[in-house]
Each structure stands twice: as structure tokens, then as C-alpha cells.
């Protein structure tokens, strides 16, 4: 297993609508064990190809459940199929390091999407499970949780990168 650099806001590659996965072989299972790596090294709870810089769709994530027991979840061409609810809550993202800001979503989506064997299955998530899994989801599609923030808060975020870009903070 290897670590993979986490690419950062702006880097084209998380603007991109990621590529259908179509191969599930060696190379993917190699890919799915770093990226679940990288991201318990990063100490985060989801992350999706784009931000190992590969545009295509596919992430990971590891939501413990209320004992604290992990819950890993690899999820290919992942769809959202259903939502209810709404929440909001403090939401980061590997991408945008010390950047948590307040973000409405669905208080539940149920994921359809393949494991890392072409199998397909759904999952049923409420509260950080649904917020995961949107996130996610969104990154496959080229969407990044700024686009989610409230314009206030978009401004006072993408402020907030300007000055960490300036002071070397941002690479
Ligand atoms: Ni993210």
C-alpha cells in the first residue's frame, strides 16, 4: 500500500465529472487499499478519486457506527437514490484542510453504487452516514462543497484560502 498526495482547491482534477469505473481488477483493488490509507493516515472519514487526482468515480468512506466500530465502505460509480430530511452541520473535506463550515443536507440518502468486485448494493445512511455519502457522491461529479455552502459563507471560505494561499498555507 502506498499514501497518494490529497490534491487541493482549485486543482482542475475536482471540477471534473469523474469517469465511469468499467475495469474491476488489480489496479482498482490497489487503488481502493491507498485510498483507504491516504484517508486514515488524513484522519478523515470519506474520500473520493478525484482527490488522489483520478477522475473517476469512486470513493471510499468510514463512518463508525455509535460503538465506535469501523464501517468501511467502497463505493464505485455511486448514485444518490433516494433523500428525506434535512440537516445541517459542520462539514470538512481533505481538500479544503482547516476549512469546517455549517452545510445543509439531506438527513438521509440511500447510496446505490459497486464494491470493489463489480457487485452492486445499496446503503441506507442518516445523519454523518447521508452527509458522507452526498459529499462524496458530489465529488464524483465534479462538486465541491463550496458549491453546497450559503454565498456568505462560500465568500468567507474562499477569504479564508486566499490568505493561506498567500502565507505558503496551501500547498
Ligand atoms: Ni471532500
Known amino acids: 500500500m502506498a499514501l497518494l498526495e490529497i490534491v487541493k482547491y482549485p486543482e482542475p482534477v475536482l471540477h471534473a465529472v469523474g469517469k465511469p469505473v468499467e475495469r ?11 485510498m483507504f490509507e491516504t484517508m486514515y493516515d488524513a484522519k478523515g472519514v470519506g474520500l473520493a478519486a ?6 473517476q468515480r469512486l470513493f471510499v ?7 465506535g466500530k469501523s464501517n468501511k465502505i467502497i463505493a464505485v460509480n455511486p448514485e444518490i437514490i433516494y433523500v428525506e430530511g434535512e440537516q445541517i452541520g459542520d462539514e470538512g473535506c481533505l481538500s479544503f484542510p482547516s476549512i469546517y463550515v455549517p ?6 440518502a ?5 464494491d470493489a468486485a463489480g457487485n452492486w448494493f445499496e446503503l441506507d445512511g442518516e445523519n ?3 452527509r458522507c455519502v452526498l ?9 465541491v462543497f463550496l458549491n453546497r455552502m450559503t454565498k456568505l459563507k462560500r ?8 490568505k493561506l494561499q498567500k502565507t505558503g498555507q496551501w500547498e
Open 155 to 162: 465568500e468567507m471560505a474562499k477569504r479564508k484560502i486566499k
Open 110 to 114: 440511500i447510496l446505490r453504487a459497486q
Open 50 to 55: 478525484p482527490q488522489v487526482n483520478v477522475s
Open 24 to 34: 474491476f481488477d488489480d489496479e482498482l483493488k490497489k487503488l481502493v487499499a491507498d
Open 61 to 67: 468512506m468510514d463512518v463508525p457506527d455509535e460503538e
Open 135 to 143: 459529499h462524496e457522491t458530489d465529488h464524483c461529479d465534479g462538486i
Open 103 to 108: 452545510i445543509q443536507r439531506n438527513q438521509r
Open 128 to 130: 454523518l452516514a447521508a
